[in-house]
């Protein structure tokens, strides 16, 4: 079975923090996606990769990087979290045209 | 840019009753459809995907959904609803090369004994 891992299931952090989110797939994909779920919103895309060192702006990319190194780990990165930042971030790769995703990161800036 | 809507926010219905979830998809090429459900606590699952082919898919779950490309929909469908079938339901569209998938803002299923 693919396994999508991200590092932290629930994560605090306080307002202006730099915030790593890590992901990490065990089955080669090229493709990996960040998003971000939020009530009534559902999912949107926040940056997307398909290669090594690619990466193309989703939707919402304002306030968020990313950072593909090395082909199985795509990290988001908050450069200064806000409070609307406060979301669950979803961490999938692609295989064949199905997401596979992670079990998601609740992140809370207070 | 490729956008998805699911009209309805949240549905209710009786447990053996029909379900129809609706989809509307904007896309300028042809779109690869999918829809994924998610269970409470639980990560996204792909019910069933339209690529090309024939219109009606078959997915998991006793689903199915109709590709309508007059109406730019994709609604989910099944005959009979289950209490196990409560969850929310995203409609997902992306291109041949699949490297951006938008997803719908969901529906809330809430199924009555």
């Known amino acids: 079975d693919v396994k999508v891992t991200q590092s932290s299931r629930y994560l605090v952090k306080r307002t202006g923090e730099k915030v790593f989110l890590e992901c990490v797939q065990d089955?080669?994909?090229?493709?990996m996606f960040w998003y971000r779920q939020d009530p009534g919103l559902g999912l949107r895309l926040i940056y997307f990769s398909y290669d090594v060192k690619m990466k193309e702006k989703g939707d919402i990319p304002e306030g968020y990087s990313v950072s593909r190194e090395k082909k199985e780990r795509f990290s988001l990165i908050l450069e200064s979290a806000s409070t609307n930042q406060t979301s669950m971030y979803l961490c999938?790769?692609?295989?064949?045209?199905?997401?596979?995703f992670g079990s998601g990161t609740q992140l809370s800036v207070l | 840019a490729q956008s998805v809507t699911q009209p309805d926010i949240h549905i209710t219905v009786s447990e053996g009753a029909s379900l129809e979830l609706r989809c509307n998809y904007s896309y300028g090429a042809t779109p690869y459809l999918f829809w994924y459900v998610q269970s409470p606590g639980q990560g996204l699952q792909l019910l069933l995907k339209?690529?090309?082919?024939?219109?009606l898919v078959q997915g998991i779950k006793g689903f199915e959904a109709e590709f309508k490309r007059s109406q730019s929909s994709f609604n989910l469908r099944k005959p009979s609803v289950h209490w196990s079938d409560a969850a929310e339901y995203f409609c997902a569209v992306g291109g041949r090369n699949n490297n951006d998938m938008r997803f719908g803002a969901g529906t809330r299923l809430t199924v009555k004994p």
């Open positions: 089955m080669d994909h090229e493709n």
């Open positions: 999938a790769s692609l295989q064949e045209y199905k997401l596979f």
């Open positions: 339209y690529f090309s082919g024939d219109t």
